[in-house]
């Protein structure tokens, strides 16, 4: 579950179009999740299908693999940009996680955090605007 906090700022591109670009924060929090994947190894090629467990704290050796451990609370920044034209509404997010995953750091030095790109379309019911 993800909770942004964006600030938008519209502009109008013409008589029936609306422009709109924004920022803010996101808190996440997971609930459950599964690692997929491929890898490549001197042996060979592997799919990766493994549960995701959530903790604070891994104790096992640097590069253990199983069980996947990482965090479930998540925050960082968002950014948006997007238009509206007659009541269809086409929006690009960004999202660039700020707080490191693993556990300890391990195995990837602290630095695997959570990015996301979503492009997103609305119809919007009612599209009336009242000025403020």
Same mark, same amino acid.
């Given at each position: 579950?993800?909770?942004?906090?964006?600030?938008?700022?519209?502009?109008?591109?013409?008589?029936?179009?609306?422009?709109?670009?924004?920022?803010?924060?996101?808190?996440?929090?997971?609930?459950?999740?599964?690692?997929?994947?491929?890898?490549?190894?001197?042996?060979?090629?592997?799919?990766?299908?493994?549960?995701?467990?959530?903790?604070?704290?891994? &104790?096992?050796?640097?590069?253990?693999?199983?069980?996947?451990?990482?965090?479930?609370? &998540?925050?960082?920044?968002?950014?948006?940009?997007?238009?509206?034209?007659?009541?269809?509404?086409?929006?690009?997010?960004?999202?660039?996680?700020?707080?490191?995953?693993?556990?300890?750091?391990?195995?990837?030095?602290?630095?695997?955090?959570?990015?996301?790109?979503?492009?997103?379309?609305?119809?919007?019911?009612?599209?009336?605007?009242?000025?403020?």
């Amino acid at each position: 579950m993800e909770v942004p906090v964006t600030l938008v700022y519209q502009v109008s591109l013409g008589k029936k179009a609306t422009g709109f670009v924004g920022g803010g924060l996101y808190a996440a929090q997971a609930f459950n999740g599964v690692e997929k994947g491929e890898s490549r190894t001197f042996s060979g090629e592997s799919l990766i299908w493994n549960n995701v467990e959530f903790g604070s704290h891994n &104790d096992g050796p640097v590069f253990q693999l199983l069980p996947t451990i990482i965090k479930s609370f &998540d925050y960082g920044l968002t950014v948006l940009a997007g238009v509206e034209l007659k009541g269809v509404q086409l929006l690009l997010t960004y999202s660039y996680g700020l707080n490191p995953l693993l556990p300890n750091g391990k195995p990837y030095n602290g630095n695997y955090t959570n990015s996301g790109l979503t492009i997103s379309a609305a119809y919007l019911i009612n599209t009336k605007r009242r000025q403020f």
